[in-house]
């Protein structure tokens, strides 16, 4: 999930797969209606994609540190 997805804007990804496999897209109308439906599993979701983000920032730090 990207910023732009949780910002409600526009979003985009590429995906190449070593071998066949299922794809599951959520979209905005479904993770909408998630939050509408099931507030809990929304919290959760959205707690474990802040946690994803968090980890990705403190990644990039820790490389712009290395290098700089």
Excluded: C
């Excluded at 949780?6 to 979003?11: D, H, I, V």
């Excluded at 509408?36 to 983000?53: C, G, Q, S, W, Y």
């Excluded at 968090?54 to 490389?63: D, H, K, L, P, Y």
């Amino acid at each position: 999930m990207s910023w732009a997805f949780s910002l409600r804007g526009p979003r985009g990804s590429t995906v190449i797969a070593d071998a066949p496999d299922i794809i599951h897209e959520l979209t905005l109308v479904d993770l909408e209606r998630i939050e509408a439906e099931l507030p809990n599993l929304a919290i959760a979701f959205h707690k474990m994609v802040a946690r994803t983000d968090a980890e990705r920032v403190q990644f990039a730090i820790r490389t712009l540190e290395a290098v700089y």
